[in-house]
């Protein structure tokens, strides 16, 4: 698989965990959400509308039981306003909880609580009645008896029933909240685990995969540029961009080692040729010495030019061949270290990729980080939203304690009256009771939504964590991405020095074809040189038996 393509797949792989990761946080925080809506929206609405309807009844009920009393024209006269105020008060509380009614149970106990007090209502007009013709003591009778009884079992039981269902799906839903809070707890956790472990394996791979051996070719570059070729290619079977630079190196090195021998074997044949010379001119001193008794300057000169040019003619030939070959060699080892260039700038672009990539992924953690500080700001929120139900909850326990001292400051005034006060003491007995329920009733709501706020507090500390486990994330992969652009950095100064090697090349293959040129261009001069000396040679004809003297010195030597 090529660098390209592990990379590829190495941050498609990361891209898809966060992308789940932050998908799967948000789904759980919505079903937070959901849960504290039906809470916040629904259910404390229907136990704060229902305890305002209780308490409107039982004030209608001490007002009616007050019209019982001996009381003077003016308080008579304001009996019946506070009454009116009282079922208005009532009848808009009902009005506010008929909406939030969710389930069939609780609309068959609304309808059976609507039920009892139309019923307890006409009872009340009936009482009124009894009262304006002056019977009393069959209003007193009727309030204590009929309409007591349908009080208590036509709406207030009823009443109860639907307060305390409505307490059992407020705690099915702050347990239901708290198994949300789980399954995101462990959910995200597990997540983020992933994520980590598939970053730490990414960076292993492309450490021991890619930028490993970018160094190890780094030294190799070196050793090759200082002409030691003991060195190894490991991965030259690979089918990557290592694969490709190290076969390219591999050419180079053979390309080298050639010219280098070459190089070696010419320096032999100059040291053979050297000796050569070397005997060549100690037999031409000899041979100078014994024609110089024979002939003049001028024959000895034009001997001498006729041996040298012929020497200098196989030079110069031998010189050409050798500097063709030499040229062949160095345009092979120009075309290897070019190829080898060609590799080191494709590796260069991978290196370039890998640093885009893992810029990407660290802008991507980031992205995580500010979606889990938007899910803490949520959970807040929630928090926020659970204490004013607390507030509510409060106010509810406020109205039940002045519902319990108006039942007291009734009792006081019922024991006043006497016996015609003793109707009027047990209805503010029972008030009085309905008032400490109802007290009861709020503390255990107020228990649920403490739960309720220390399940969010948690979760805003689990959230925490959880962005600054990113964070670390985060940081990883920008070192990441400074490693891999040093690395970059280095292929791209393999790349220029494979380049300036590749123009050095080039410029020994020029020098060599100006050299086969220059022998070329000697050659022509010695055959010159032969022309004119063959021409001194018929001059000097006399001289044949020195001459076939010294040739046969020449050849025994």
């Not at 540029?225 to 290592?242: G, H, K, M």
């Not at 001997?303 to 050409?320: P, W």
Request: charged share 20%.
């Amino acid at each position: 698989m090529s660098i390209l393509a592990r990379l590829r797949l190495t941050f498609a792989t990361t891209f898809l965990v966060f992308a789940a990761l932050g998908g799967v946080a948000l789904w759980q925080c919505a079903g937070l959400h959901g849960a504290s809506d039906v809470i916040a929206r629904n259910l404390l609405p229907s136990v704060q509308k229902l305890g305002e309807f209780e308490a409107a009844l039982l004030r209608y009920r001490l007002v009616q039981a007050s019209s019982l009393l001996p009381l003077d024209e003016a308080e008579k006269a304001a009996v019946p306003a506070r009454a009116e105020a009282l079922l208005a008060k009532a009848d808009s509380a009902w009005r506010a909880y008929e909406p939030l009614i969710s389930s069939p149970g609780e609309r068959q106990l609304a309808e059976a609580i609507q039920a009892g007090w139309r019923s307890y209502r006409a009872l009340g007009e009936r009482m009124q009645a009894m009262l304006r013709v002056g019977d009393v003591a069959g209003a007193t009778r009727l309030f204590n008896g009929e309409m007591r009884s349908l009080f208590l079992d036509g709406v207030d039981k009823p009443l109860h029933s639907d307060s305390e269902l409505n307490a059992g799906q407020g705690e099915d839903a702050a347990r239901a909240a708290d198994a949300e809070y789980q399954a995101a707890l462990w959910t995200v956790g597990g997540m983020l685990l992933l994520g980590a472990t598939l970053m730490a394996f990414c960076a292993t791979s492309l450490r021991a995969r890619v930028i490993a051996p970018i160094v190890r070719l780094s030294g190799v570059m070196r050793q090759l540029a200082r002409r030691d070729y003991a060195f190894d290619l490991p991965c030259v079977v690979l089918t990557d961009e290592i694969g490709d630079l190290e076969r390219g190196i591999a050419e180079c090195r053979s390309g080298l080692q050639q010219a280098d021998a070459l190089a070696a074997a010419e320096a032999q044949r100059n040291a053979a040729q050297v000796q050569r010379a070397a005997r060549l001119d100690e037999l031409t001193r000899r041979f100078d010495a014994q024609a110089g008794e024979i002939v003049g300057a001028v024959a000895a000169s034009a001997t001498q030019l006729h041996g040298s040019a012929g020497e200098m003619s196989q030079i110069a030939g031998r010189t050409s061949d050798r500097a063709r070959s030499v040229a062949a060699a160095s345009g092979q080892a120009s075309a290897s270290v070019r190829t080898v260039a060609t590799a080191a700038e494709q590796l260069a672009g991978s290196v370039a990729e890998i640093t885009r990539r893992v810029e990407q992924s660290a802008s991507m953690a980031r992205q995580a980080m500010t979606e889990a500080r938007g899910t803490q700001e949520t959970v807040r929120a929630l928090s926020d939203a659970a204490q004013k139900v607390g507030d509510v909850v409060g106010l509810i326990t406020n109205i039940a304690g002045q519902t319990n001292l108006l039942a007291l400051n009734a009792t006081i005034e019922a024991a006043r009256a006497g016996e015609a006060g003793k109707g009027f003491a047990v209805v503010a007995n029972e008030v009085k009771n309905l008032a400490g329920q109802t007290t009861r009733a709020t503390g255990e709501i107020g228990a649920q939504i403490t739960q309720i706020q220390e399940a969010t507090r948690q979760a805003v500390a689990a959230i925490e964590a959880i962005a600054a486990t990113i964070g670390e994330v985060s940081g990883i992969t920008s070192a990441i991405a400074a490693a891999v652009s040093e690395q970059g950095a280095a292929t791209h100064d393999i790349a220029q020095n494979v380049q300036q090697a590749a123009h050095g090349t080039g410029e020994v293959t020029q020098n060599i074809g100006i050299v086969s040129e220059a022998a070329e261009a000697t050659g022509n001069g010695v055959r010159q040189v032969l022309s004119a000396a063959n021409g001194l040679s018929r001059q000097a004809e006399g001289l044949s038996a020195t001459v076939r003297n010294f040739l046969d010195s020449v050849r025994a030597a």
